[in-house]
């Protein structure tokens, strides 16, 4: 929780495989993305094979789309632990395979 006892965007997370309390430091980019839609559909493909997963700066491009390049786009962010199987399950979705 954060000083004034409200959640932050890690800490309310609850999914299989996301310990309670986890902050940003504990989760790895995979992927970026300029498009906040592919980064959803590769979030929901990444959660569907059993891969928790956030976004970050969604909002941000969102708010100045001009600037994605400059932010560095949509962040897609796993738990350490499991960066090699959500990379793993991206380079499926890149060959076709989805």
């Known amino acids: 929780m954060s000083r004034d006892g409200s959640a932050t965007m890690i800490e ?6 996301t310990a309670a309390g986890a902050t940003l430091s504990d989760f790895v980019t995979v992927d970026t993305f300029t498009n906040p839609l592919e980064a959803h559909i590769a979030k929901g493909l990444l959660e569907s094979e059993g891969v928790s997963a956030i976004l970050d700066s969604e909002h941000h491009v969102w708010a100045a789309w001009p600037y994605s390049q400059t932010l560095g786009g949509v962040r897609l962010l796993v738990p350490a632990p499991h ?3 959500a990379r793993a399950v991206l380079a499926r979705l890149r060959s076709g395979e989805f």
């Open 83 to 85: 960066a090699d199987q």
């Open 12 to 17: 309310s997370i609850n999914r299989p495989g």
